[in-house]
């Protein structure tokens, strides 16, 4: 199947998660992680409507962003170590990985402008996974108010790669449960409003449980190319 005809199965599975859980589907915004495909298949991406393009390599970001540009709004959803922010932080749109104040301190340091950040959670406790232990959210993001060029804008998990439906509520849940608590401090540089959760085997049940942004790979632009 070509990306558009991906993407049009997408955005039906969106329509029957969000009248499952009385939410507009506008409200979804829908990454198209790229990460593991040519720049060939981004730029058909966009071309097919994706808008917004996710990537967590250095290399491969710069390569895409230079052919595609502002045609897309650009997501960083990896890892980003802190003496490579200088190279991408003024190139970016959202960073899905923010979970530590080394990471904040540089990105403050690099701009000079707020820049739209999700904080990363280990909702699931997987060794394997970064983010923050749930328990630390809270005091975590206090403390960046004293970064003036930091703005969260939203929470960000992984699920674990379990077919347990059950799970997988569970974990998105406590970040929904972790995104309000948030909001109700009424942090100026943290409105907080997004909830970045959901990739191609499970994002319809984080649709239900209140994802905002869904980043979906396989599922659109294919699997891995180069």
Same mark, same amino acid.
């Given at each position: 199947m070509t990306v558009a005809e991906n993407l049009t199965q997408i955005q039906e599975n969106i329509i029957q998660a969000c009248d499952k859980a009385g939410r507009d589907p506008e409200d979804i915004t829908i990454i198209g992680v790229t990460k593991y495909v040519t720049i060939e298949k981004a730029v058909e991406a966009?071309?097919?409507? !994706?808008?917004?393009?996710?990537e967590n390599r250095m290399e491969g970001f710069l390569?895409?962003?230079? +052919?595609i540009g502002d045609q897309a709004k650009?997501?960083? *959803?990896?890892?980003?170590q802190s003496r490579k922010v200088?190279?991408? &932080?003024?190139? &970016?749109? %959202? *960073?899905?990985?923010?979970?530590?104040?080394?990471?904040?301190?540089?990105i403050n340091k690099r701009t000079d402008k707020p820049v739209a950040c999700f904080v990363q959670v280990n909702v699931s406790g997987e060794e394997s996974k970064h983010g923050l232990?749930?328990?630390? !959210? +809270?005091?975590? &993001?206090?403390?960046?108010?004293? %970064?003036?060029? *930091?703005r969260v804008v939203g929470l960000m998990t992984m699920a674990p790669q379990v077919e347990d439906e059950n799970i997988l509520r569970n974990v998105f849940r406590t970040l929904h449960k972790l995104?309000?608590? &948030?909001q109700e401090k009424g942090w100026e540089h943290a409105p907080c409003p997004y909830l970045s959760m959901g990739m191609s085997n499970d994002y319809q049940i984080a649709i239900e449980e209140g994802a905002t942004h869904i980043r979906i790979?396989?599922?659109?632009?294919?699997p891995y190319e180069e």
């Open positions: 966009v071309h097919s409507g !994706v808008r917004h393009l996710g390569e895409k962003q230079q +052919e650009w997501h960083f *959803i990896g890892t980003l200088k190279d991408i &932080i003024n190139k &970016i749109d %959202y *960073i899905h990985s923010l979970d530590r104040k080394s990471l904040a301190k540089e232990q749930p328990e630390d !959210v +809270e005091s975590f &993001i206090k403390v960046l108010q004293n %970064y003036p060029n *930091i995104k309000s608590n &948030i790979g396989s599922r659109l632009v294919g």
